[in-house]
């Protein structure tokens, strides 16, 4: 069965330093999510793509946070510079068409920022 | 802010029904309801879907209340993999996914 693939699982980063999380959707996917796991809460949306366009980054920290989808298939979550509560588990997740058709998860990258 | 309610915590027997239920008193017509389930250290995994018909899949069962506002996920027979978060989400075309917090359903060998 096909997956979503993240990488790297685990990273560990000290505040002020840039951190990259890269993730590949299952093929054929065109809609990309990236999203952010708080430890006791749910996922929380920060950006979506559809293809290489992004459609919504309303709760991306653009500041400091970046993602791009260059060729419509794999995709980079890069933050700069890493502060403290950025600590967190990223997931990526893609689907075949835009909600609501259903998304399927990566494993995820656990983030600690020291 | 989710559109859902959903109990902090639940425990089951094994082997027993699991039923998980979930408020979404102010969802619309055309609005679905989704559930997914998280197991520890893992991503999200979708479950079940549906509109306004109970589901069954090879998973689990979806009855949701004639008037929508309310929904109840079934696993049939409750093991220790079952230990997750479930996550109850509604959400209609262009929105965007909002997960809550879940249940946190415990298995009790």
């Known amino acids: 069965e096909a997956e979503v693939a993240q990488s790297p699982r685990y990273k560990i980063t000290e505040k002020s330093q840039a951190v990259a999380f890269w993730c590949d959707p299952i093929?054929?996917?065109?809609?990309l999510y990236w999203y952010r796991q708080i430890l006791g809460q749910g996922p929380e949306l920060l950006v979506q793509?559809?293809?290489?366009?992004?459609?919504?980054d309303s709760q991306l920290p653009k500041d400091r946070f970046s993602a791009e989808r260059l060729k419509g298939v794999d995709s980079t979550l890069k933050i700069q510079p890493a502060e403290l509560g950025d600590s967190a588990m990223y997931l990526c997740?893609?689907?075949?068409?835009?909600?609501?058709?259903?998304?399927?998860f990566g494993p995820g990258t656990r983030l600690t920022v020291l | 802010d989710a559109k859902t309610t959903q109990p902090t915590s639940m425990d089951c027997a094994e082997g027993r029904a699991a039923n998980l239920p979930c408020n979404h008193s102010?969802?619309?017509?055309?609005?679905?309801v989704y559930w997914y389930r998280q197991i520890h250290s893992q991503g999200p995994q979708y479950i079940i879907h549906?509109?306004?018909n109970n589901e069954t899949n090879e998973m689990a069962s979806l009855i949701i209340t004639e008037d929508r506002k309310s929904s109840t996920l079934i696993l049939p027979h409750a093991t220790l993999r079952d230990t997750a978060v479930y996550y109850c989400?509604?959400?209609?075309?262009?929105?965007?996914?909002?997960f809550g917090k879940g249940t946190r359903l415990h298995i009790l060998p």
């Open positions: 102010t969802i619309s017509g055309n609005e679905y």
């Open positions: 549906g509109l306004k």
């Open positions: 793509f559809q293809d290489e366009s992004v459609v919504d």
């Open positions: 997740a893609s689907s075949l068409v835009p909600a609501p058709d259903t998304q399927y």
């Open positions: 989400i509604v959400f209609y075309r262009d929105d965007k996914i909002i």
């Open positions: 093929s054929g996917h065109a809609t």
